[in-house]
């Protein structure tokens, strides 16, 4: 994890600041590569050491040129606690939506039908 994690921070700068793009478009690009590779798992079904850690190193760069983009001075420069705290909340309001059906109460609701 720290081996895709430092490849990651270091692809995510590379992308903004030796290929060209500033840390929007850089967001944007590599945050649609990750679309990408996340889909090709899903459904293609890419599975195996590469696919998944070729994916981690993925969201670490697009992670890290968003984390740019939203704090830095160069893009919407929020600052770090202001970003911080609205990722945050987005994260919690995020997880308590998205969660998996409870299978058992379905199968339980659906017996009872």
Do not use: K
Not at 24 to 53: C, D, K, N, P, Q
Not at 66 to 95: E, K
């Amino acid at each position: 994890m720290l081996i895709a994690g430092t490849f990651g921070t270091v692809g995510g700068d590379y992308v903004s600041d030796v290929v060209g793009f500033d840390v929007g478009m850089g967001t944007v690009v590599l945050s649609a590569a990750l679309a990408v590779a996340l889909s090709a798992r899903m459904f293609l079904g890419l599975v195996g050491r590469i696919s998944y850690w070729g994916t981690v190193v993925l969201v670490r760069c697009a992670g890290t040129t968003a984390g740019d983009y939203f704090a830095g001075r160069h893009g919407l420069n929020w600052g770090l606690p202001a970003s911080t705290a609205t990722w945050a909340v987005l994260m919690i309001v995020l997880l308590l939506v998205w969660r998996e059906p409870n299978r058992e109460a379905i199968a339980i609701h659906r017996a009872a039908a």
